[in-house]
């Protein structure tokens, strides 16, 4: 849809409605699941990043890389700079809230890309010296956004920046990023780290525990992390956390076409609470369900939902 979209066939008001029933049925598919924080679906972006680039000048496209095959990490178009990157506009994630709100009584937890993310598929040829130096700009323009969100009543907001697993360099410059993006932002904060994800594949190295000394200098309320799709490697580690921070734990395995039973959900989230406390626990699905189909997403959202009653009804009674 989004190909065609970009080849002209859809006058303004065609992409409009377009994008707002897709995020419509995405948030009712969440409401008739029963899930407590609700979110867009990010059903206006393309390859996650990707439609973000339209907003941005001071860059241009590349050639692409390749157009036959299976698709793969080299598929996606990337962009250069030409000149110094502006969004005169913003990235349009206020929008995107704004949108939700109307739709939804439900709380909203927005989501935005990282500056290491946002800037992955750029390259920094003629107006940066390199691609760190390229993404403090969008640190910067990044933290602009957020404030805008908080503007527009957001107070639960995730950074996603799978890019810490994949991109090469120094993870404390990563950290300072990240942290330099959220300065001053007054919502709950999330971050969220994962493998990377196309047409079910990862692409970073599949495991926390090299990063994690520096995960707790990061200023994040709650760390949303891929356990699913690991059989839970790495869950022990959580001992190590300040006993203030949330964990959102993926519970679901959306590189799968597997369906969990609630059965399932409930075994990992009783996993879960060997290193997290009750309080302290969120239930999520281990990233976005970008690749699988809706039917499919549908199912995995009720088993895990139901599966986090069964745990909440041994804890507590309550039905």
Request: net charge negative.
């Amino acid at each position: 849809m989004n190909g065609e979209i970009d080849s002209g066939k859809y006058g303004e008001t065609d992409i409009k409605e377009t994008y707002d029933d897709a995020v419509d049925l995405a948030i009712l598919d969440q409401e008739r699941a029963g899930i407590d924080v609700i979110t867009d679906g990010e059903m206006r972006r393309s390859f996650f990043v990707q439609g973000f680039y339209k907003r941005i000048s001071g860059i241009e496209p590349d050639p692409l890389l390749r157009t036959v095959g299976p698709t793969g990490y080299d598929s996606p178009r990337r962009f250069h700079t030409v000149s110094k990157i502006n969004v005169p506009d913003g990235l349009g994630i206020v929008e995107e809230f704004t949108h939700a709100q109307k739709v939804t009584a439900k709380p909203i937890k927005a989501t935005c890309p990282g500056p290491l993310t946002i800037s992955m598929h750029i390259r920094p040829q003629n107006a940066y010296k390199s691609r760190l130096d390229m993404a403090w700009e969008f640190s910067t323009i990044i933290n602009s956004e957020l404030k805008a969100l908080v503007n527009a009543g957001a107070d639960f907001i995730q950074i996603d920046e799978p890019s810490f697993a994949i991109v090469p360099g120094e993870l404390n410059e990563w950290v300072s990023l990240y942290n330099a993006c959220v300065k001053d932002i007054d919502a709950k904060l999330a971050l969220h780290i994962c493998f990377g994800n196309l047409d079910s594949r990862p692409r970073g190295k599949r495991e926390y525990a090299w990063m994690w000394p520096l995960l707790n200098d990061m200023r994040a309320d709650q760390l949303v992390l891929e356990f699913a799709n690991r059989e839970f490697v790495d869950v022990d580690l959580w001992r190590s956390v300040s006993e203030s921070r949330e964990l959102g734990a993926g519970v679901i395995d959306v590189k799968s076409f597997y369906v969990e039973s609630p059965e399932d959900v409930a075994t990992r989230i009783k996993r879960l609470l060997e290193f997290v406390p009750a309080e302290k626990l969120w239930i999520n699905p281990d990233c976005g369900f970008f690749a699988v189909p809706r039917w499919l997403a549908i199912k995995k959202l009720n088993s895990m939902t139901a599966g986090a009653q069964l745990v909440r009804k041994e804890l507590t009674g309550e039905e």
